[in-house]
């Protein structure tokens, strides 16, 4: 059964600091994905990478996928309180055609 | 408005009832996907629908079922409800099959069992 686990599970950390949050798994994957899901509402889609090694950058934003497709960093610099919500890392389930979801990070950026 | 609809938004019922929750996915997207989300699991796989056939199933109870009609709107049925299928039930969907071209989500339906 394929895994993803995220780290931390937790972050809570004031406006304009960085930080970066971690997807990883023992199993490779063709691609990952990357949501924000804010309270009441559903995820929403960030980002999909899918080359090993391959970064992408959303504004204050920079996603990496690690060379062997097995995991993946988000880091966020200078972080706003609009960056507060839950961050999930998905990846596809192989053979069922879906996505798997990690359980996510929840990041508070308080004023 | 991610265009993913859901109803009802919140949903109280008692254990043992029946409840349906509805999904009208984004304008032109063939692909359904059904999830669940409780604190403790996180986001988990029910069911997928393509063009009205199912296509994966994945930790789906027997007392679930799901279904997409000919205009693509899907249903999912939950019975013989438990306190443990209290939960937060979200609908996806996708233009096409494959995961590389990402989900949009609807805002959920929150069921309460009591």
């Known amino acids: 059964t394929q895994l993803l686990e995220q780290s931390p599970q937790f972050l809570s950390i004031q406006e304009g600091e960085n930080l970066t949050v971690y997807c990883n798994s023992s199993s490779v994957f063709s691609s990952l994905q990357w949501y924000r899901q804010e309270p009441g509402e559903g995820p929403v889609l960030l980002v999909t990478v899918v080359t090993g090694g391959e970064v992408k950058k959303l504004k204050r934003l920079t996603f990496q996928f690690g060379d062997a497709r097995k995991d993946s960093s988000l880091h966020i610099t200078a972080a706003q309180p609009g960056d507060t919500g839950l961050y999930l890392c998905?990846?596809?389930?192989?053979?069922?055609?879906?996505?798997?979801f990690g359980k996510g990070t929840k990041l508070s950026v308080k004023p | 408005d991610s265009g993913v609809t859901q109803t009802p938004k919140h949903l109280i019922t008692a254990t043992g009832q029946r409840v349906t929750l509805r999904c009208s996915p984004r304008?032109?997207?063939?692909?359904v996907y059904w999830y669940q989300q409780s604190l403790d699991q996180g986001l988990q796989f029910l069911i997928q629908y393509y063009n009205g056939e199912e296509r994966a199933k994945g930790n789906i109870l027997e007392r679930f079922s799901a279904q997409q009609f000919p205009d693509l709107h899907s249903e999912l049925n939950l019975s013989s409800l438990e306190l443990g299928d209290s939960a937060l039930y979200f609908c996806a969907s996708s233009a096409r099959q494959g995961v590389h071209y990402g989900y949009t989500f609807g805002s959920g339906t929150r069921l309460t069992v009591v």
């Open positions: 998905a990846g596809d389930g192989g053979s069922q055609g879906n996505l798997i």
């Open positions: 304008s032109g997207d063939l692909s």
